[in-house]
């Protein structure tokens, strides 16, 4: 899959192919790092600086629109985007209740910053707007989610550069 990935992005810069696929909801820093690193060889710096900032801009989005958005979607959208809209909020919802939730704001960090299937920033940014937590009181806590899953990944990845 991630030869598939690589050859895909390959047309655009590796700096622009690092930041889109950071920006794409499953892969996130867990998919545009490594490939940065060991499939575009981008020094380690440059890989984590457009890793972080692609993968910052979906939650920025969500974060400042979901709610005028949850407001389109339930008054004038179709009945195909209104489930497919409460299908995302009830996952971000379960994933993040619990002993995440628990925690508030640390754990939404916490929550972001594990680098696993389905706990990235998307979701994260999702589950604040699901909980209520406004932008400036979510926002820093993405930030510090998503740094320290960019390092863990990063952290991971060089690792594995080395061992294999």
Do not use: C
């Amino acid at each position: 899959m991630t030869s598939a990935i690589v050859n895909f992005f390959s047309q655009f810069p590796p700096e622009l192919a690092t930041l889109l696929m950071a920006m794409m909801p499953v892969g996130e820093l867990r998919l545009a790092l490594p490939v940065a690193v060991l499939g575009f060889k981008l020094p380690l710096w440059e890989a984590f600086f457009w890793a972080v900032l692609g993968n910052l801009i979906p939650p920025l989005i969500i974060l400042l629109f979901a709610d005028r958005f949850h407001r389109y979607v339930e008054t004038k959208s179709g009945w195909l985007l209104g489930k497919h809209w409460a299908r995302a909020l009830a996952r971000a919802q379960a994933k993040f209740s619990g002993d995440y939730q628990k925690y508030g704001l640390i754990g939404l960090m916490i929550f972001i910053g594990i680098p696993l299937p389905l706990t990235g920033a998307w979701t994260g940014a999702l589950a604040a707007f699901v909980f209520g937590i406004p932008f400036r009181k979510a926002w820093p806590y993405v930030l510090a989610g998503v740094l320290i899953s960019g390092l863990i990944t990063l952290l991971v990845t060089v690792g594995a550069d080395k061992i294999f």
